[in-house]
């Protein structure tokens, strides 16, 4: 959604909105679905992925750091913190998912 209407993120979020706001959020956006993509292809994937499961919760709780920055300094309203803690526990579940595979593999 970032990256096909930047705009309304934006605005969720309560930051400014102008021409290069937008460009720039979703520039980001088109990154985060990018990890996201490299992570379910990991997944379903056969062959072990975990440096991709790796970089993915590190671009999870990355996120989260930046959005509650953004709060700190209040460049995003407060409501934004649902956003900051929805990536913060994905990149919690990535790494506690690596976790399963190493006792899985170590079993």
Do not use: C
């Not at 994937?45 to 920055?69: H, M, P, T, Y």
């Amino acid at each position: 959604m970032q990256v096909i209407v930047p705009a309304v993120v934006l605005n969720f979020v309560g930051a400014a909105i102008d021409t290069t706001t937008e460009q720039l959020f979703a520039t980001i956006g088109m990154f985060m679905f990018l990890f996201g993509a490299m992570m379910i292809h990991a997944l379903y994937n056969e062959n072990d992925n975990r440096v991709a499961i790796i970089w993915s919760g590190l671009q999870k709780l990355g996120a989260s750091v930046a959005v509650f920055i953004g709060i700190i300094k209040h460049v995003f309203i407060p409501l934004a913190a649902v956003v900051a803690v929805f990536d913060l526990l994905s990149g919690l579940l990535f790494f506690y998912y690596l976790k399963t595979l190493k006792d899985y593999a170590v079993s």
